[in-house]
């Protein structure tokens, strides 16, 4: 079983309660690896510079909806733990974006993860 360290979800610093680390494993972890993937701009990390999403280099200011969709798609499902994606709503203006998505993550349950990029 694996697990990261749980990260605040109003600032994402790491979460510490009573001088202790708190971590997350399950589908929460999942979650939580598919917002910290989708907050990884491209290139901004230097000993991975192919890795994140390109937000203002494709996505942000598209006008090809089905484009912007297929790459966050890609990359959602590059997350492990991810088996599918069972509805993937998104709203597009010129600026902003944000998505709403129902993952598969292999339980009985699914999981809702909704994003927002500006």
Do not use: C
């Given at each position: 079983?694996?697990?990261?360290?749980?990260?605040?979800?109003?600032?994402?610093?790491?979460?510490?309660?009573?001088?202790?680390?708190?971590?997350?494993?399950?589908?929460?972890?999942?979650?939580?690896?598919?917002?910290?993937?989708?907050?990884?701009?491209?290139?901004?990390?230097?000993?991975?510079?192919?890795?994140?999403?390109?937000?203002?280099?494709?996505?942000?200011?598209?006008?090809?909806?089905?484009?912007?969709?297929?790459?966050?798609r890609?990359?959602?499902?590059?997350?492990?733990?991810?088996?599918?994606?069972?509805?993937?709503?998104?709203?597009?203006?010129?600026?902003d974006?944000?998505i709403?998505?129902?993952?598969?993550?292999?339980?009985?349950?699914l999981?809702?993860?909704?994003?927002?990029?500006?």
């Amino acid at each position: 079983m694996s697990f990261t360290w749980k990260l605040d979800s109003i600032n994402h610093d790491l979460t510490i309660r009573s001088g202790q680390l708190l971590t997350v494993s399950g589908i929460d972890e999942i979650a939580q690896r598919v917002i910290v993937t989708l907050q990884h701009h491209w290139q901004e990390y230097f000993l991975n510079v192919p890795a994140g999403v390109p937000w203002y280099e494709v996505i942000l200011g598209s006008k090809d909806k089905h484009q912007v969709e297929a790459i966050l798609r890609q990359i959602i499902l590059g997350v492990p733990g991810v088996v599918g994606i069972a509805r993937f709503d998104m709203a597009m203006t010129r600026r902003d974006l944000s998505i709403a998505v129902v993952l598969d993550v292999g339980a009985p349950e699914l999981v809702t993860i909704k994003f927002a990029q500006s």
